[in-house]
């Protein structure tokens, strides 16, 4: 079974500072992708970043990098140089093809407050 | 514009009054997806589809129905609807190019369940 693991509830983050989301997952597919999304308080779903499992290099999207350690099963989000509207809750996602590709499942999120 | 939308945006209905949330594209995107938000339960997949007629069920497709008869609508129906279904839904479709997948959801729709 799939599994999808963030195990920051909340943290803070100064202005400008980098910060790092961790995610974890476990599955037993050689082929997988994972997600990351944002979900400011309006309460859209807004998605960050893409990485297959076989991507020789780490996903980069402006300045949301994806750090991809495939050993260790992490796929952690790092947000360079944050904003103000960076605050908001960050979820992670795998999508395995173990029973079909088009499952999605979704770690329990990371509240970030940016702080001036 | 890309975008996905989702009507109605906010809906209160009664138990057992049969309801169609609308899911449209205007990508031409093969997948589609339905999901749940709820406090403490997160983001739950309920349905998704691969393309026109081929649907499959998420996590969570119990009191759900959808179709895919056209490929930029995905309608969520449903058919008795219960107070544990009060939740945020949001409606994303997909694309795929040469490796790299881009995820497009709709604005969400807010259902209470009285």
């Known amino acids: 079974a799939q599994k999808i693991t963030q195990t920051q509830p909340g943290m803070f983050v100064q202005e400008k500072e980098a910060v790092t989301l961790d995610c974890t997952y476990d599955?037993?597919?050689?082929?997988?992708?994972l997600f990351w999304y944002k979900q400011p308080s309006s309460g859209e779903m807004i998605f960050l970043i893409y990485?297959?499992?076989?991507?020789?290099q780490n996903a980069t999207e402006g300045r949301y990098s994806l750090n991809f350690q495939k050993a260790r099963k992490s796929a952690n989000l790092v947000i360079s140089a944050s904003q103000l509207g960076d605050s908001a809750m960050y979820f992670c996602?795998?999508?395995?093809?173990?029973?079909?590709?088009?499952?999605?499942?979704f770690g329990a999120g990371t509240q970030v407050v940016v702080t001036p | 514009e890309a975008q996905v939308t989702q009507n109605p945006r906010y809906l209160i209905t009664v138990t057992g009054k049969k309801l169609t949330v609308t899911c449209s594209q205007n990508?031409?995107?093969?997948?589609m997806s339905w999901y749940r938000q709820d406090p403490g339960l997160g983001l739950r997949q309920i349905y998704y589809?691969?393309?026109?007629?081929?649907?499959d069920k998420g996590d969570v497709p119990e009191g759900y129905k959808v179709s895919r008869k056209e490929k930029r609508n995905f309608p969520l129906i449903l058919e008795s609807p219960s107070p544990n279904q009060t939740s945020l839904y949001f409606c994303?479709?997909?694309?795929?190019?040469?490796?790299?997948?881009?995820?497009?959801f709709g604005p969400g729709t807010r259902l209470l369940v009285l």
């Open positions: 599955t037993s597919d050689p082929s997988y992708g």
């Open positions: 990508m031409n995107h093969e997948y």
């Open positions: 589809s691969m393309n026109v007629e081929v649907t």
């Open positions: 990485q297959g499992s076989y991507d020789q």
């Open positions: 996602a795998m999508r395995g093809a173990t029973d079909s590709w088009g499952k999605l499942q």
């Open positions: 994303a479709s997909s694309s795929r190019i040469r490796g790299r997948e881009t995820q497009y």
